[in-house]
C-alpha cells in the first residue's frame, strides 16, 4: 500500500519537474505554497504538458510579468528598497 502511494506521488510530481530523474541538488531558489483552486491547477498542468512546459515556469513568468508592469509602484518606496538591498545582501553572501 505504501508502495503504491508514493508511486501514485511520484507521478503526480513528474509535471512538476520535480519526479524521478531530476538530479537532487541545493536548491538556491527558496520554494513557495500557494493555495490554488484544483481546477485552474489541473488545468494549467494539462496545458503546460501539452506545450511541453513545467507549471512552476509558468508561474515564475508570470509573476516576472506582473513585477515588470507595476514596477513604478514601488520604485520608491522606502520598505522596498531596505528589503531590495536586504535580499542582494543574501544573494551576494550565499555566492
Do not use: F
Amino acid at each position: 500500500m505504501r508502495q503504491a502511494t508514493s508511486q501514485a506521488l511520484l507521478s503526480q510530481c513528474q509535471d512538476s519537474g520535480y519526479g524521478p530523474g531530476v538530479a537532487a541538488t541545493k536548491r538556491k531558489t527558496p520554494q513557495r505554497t500557494i493555495g490554488i483552486d484544483e481546477e485552474p491547477w489541473e488545468a494549467a498542468r494539462h496545458i503546460a504538458r501539452k506545450r511541453r512546459e513545467r507549471v512552476p515556469d509558468v508561474l515564475r513568468r508570470a509573476l516576472d510579468d506582473y513585477v515588470e508592469e507595476n514596477r513604478a509602484l514601488i520604485a520608491d518606496d522606502p520598505v522596498w528598497q531596505a528589503k531590495l538591498r536586504e535580499i542582494r545582501a543574501r544573494q551576494e553572501a550565499e555566492d
